[in-house]
């Protein structure tokens, strides 16, 4: 039996400046997939994600665990000059280096990115910040729910007659930037095994969301149209909502095209409803919206979720059941593709974490460790990668400068 081939970015080392979530998670994936992940936290209490959230026995969050995955951890002081001398000792062995602090923080700590390439030349430096590195606004600060709030999302969320409200996860424009964050150092990679260059990778925290909102700017952009709150529902398609079945279940359902609706009409043994004079048009059901949603809310309502379910898919209808997360632990397709990933801890015992995605058929990525304890590997790293000696470990550490 042949052995297992190396991960993708096996030898690729990753210096994680950053705190909290966008630009960590962009170096988590990059983990993933077999990068060497080193994490530099300061020594008095590292990153704040540490102890944001559910709390485990260990003093570490779950968060911590789940979104530190994949990385070794060593403390050091950037704002120290032995601190800086030391981290530059680091970048000089790194391809990809990942921070998140507001535009113009590396420079007050002189490591700006001329003094950085100066020591790697080749260097691939990623900088995720609320606004990005440039504009009027890059000296704001900012979180996910602001992004949210700035990019539009939030405008579009929550019912038409309400306000705007949180489009689930408030962490959802830090996850959709880190993923960007990273395909742009995947990108900057190939260009520097081709070309030999570095360069570095500019996202604004919000500028992920905006790339997601399908044809909002298009739209407005040639007409001036401006999409509002619409609960559950979408714009250019109807019957395509959320509708509660008598058990009190809630089930998602997509009819995007004219041919969905016919399968969904036979489901619900009304032909009459795509008669030309009817709804047999999107143009049709969209005019007449509300009547089209109260008929199938009424259906859904007077049947039970799972015979719901069963008829629409021996329809051929796009359904699916608005899952809570105990609905997904339970879920039998979950757990045949093993989206969850049940990892027994030595420090907090069994943790269940989201799998690596994507899934690649030959190199797959895999979840090696959980979010390292706080300097977790100070002495691998600078005694084994740098080759300081003990005494001078001790003096650092006594400074506070790790």
Not at 226 to 241: Q, W, Y
Request: glycine letters at 10%.
């Amino acid at each position: 039996m042949s052995a297992p081939l190396p991960l993708p970015l096996t030898g690729v080392r990753v210096l994680d400046i950053a705190t909290m979530l966008a630009a960590p998670f962009c170096a988590a994936l990059l983990g993933d997939f077999g990068a060497d992940v080193l994490k530099v936290e300061m020594p008095d209490g590292g990153d704040p994600f540490r102890t944001f959230g559910t709390m485990t026995e260990t003093g570490a969050s779950l968060n911590w665990l789940n979104d530190g995955r994949n990385k070794q951890s060593v403390t050091l002081d950037l704002r120290k000059a032995a601190g800086v001398e030391l981290f530059k000792r680091l970048v000089a062995d790194c391809d990809i280096l990942v921070e998140n602090f507001r535009p113009g923080t590396l420079e007050r700590w002189g490591l700006g990115p001329e003094v950085l390439t100066a020591i790697k030349p080749d260097l691939i430096l990623v900088r995720i910040s609320a606004y990005g590195q440039a504009g009027p606004y890059r000296d704001r600060p900012g979180y996910a729910r602001i992004a949210h709030a700035f990019a539009g999302l939030a405008y579009l969320a929550g019912e038409a007659d309400g306000p705007p409200v949180t489009p689930g996860s408030t962490s959802l424009a830090d996850y959709i930037s880190g993923l960007y964050a990273a395909l742009g150092a995947l990108l900057a990679y190939i260009v520097r095994e081709r070309q030999g260059i570095g360069q570095t990778v500019d996202v604004a925290l919000y500028e992920g969301v905006l790339r997601m909102l399908d044809e909002l700017a298009p739209a407005y952009g040639r007409s001036g149209f401006v999409r509002e709150r619409m609960g559950a529902d979408t714009v250019n398609a109807v019957p395509h909502s959320h509708y509660q079945t008598r058990d009190g279940h809630w089930i998602a359902l997509a009819c995007s095209s004219d041919k969905m609706f016919a399968r969904l009409a036979a489901v619900m043994q009304r032909p009459d409803l795509i008669a030309p004079a009817r709804f047999a048009r999107t143009e049709q059901r969209v005019a007449a919206r509300a009547e089209v949603n109260g008929i199938v809310a009424d259906w859904m309502a007077s049947h039970d979720r799972d015979e719901v379910m069963a008829r629409c898919l021996a329809g051929e209808v796009p359904a699916g059941p608005v899952n809570s997360i105990a609905d997904i632990f339970a879920d039998p397709h979950i757990a045949a593709r093993g989206s969850l990933l049940h990892v027994h801890d030595a420090r907090a015992g069994e943790v269940v974490v989201p799998n690596v995605v994507p899934r690649l058929s030959a190199t797959p990525g895999r979840l090696r460790n959980l979010g390292p304890d706080l300097g977790q590997h100070n002495h691998e790293v600078y005694a084994g990668r740098l080759g300081l000696d003990a005494e001078t470990l001790q003096r650092l550490r006594e400074d506070g400068v790790i």
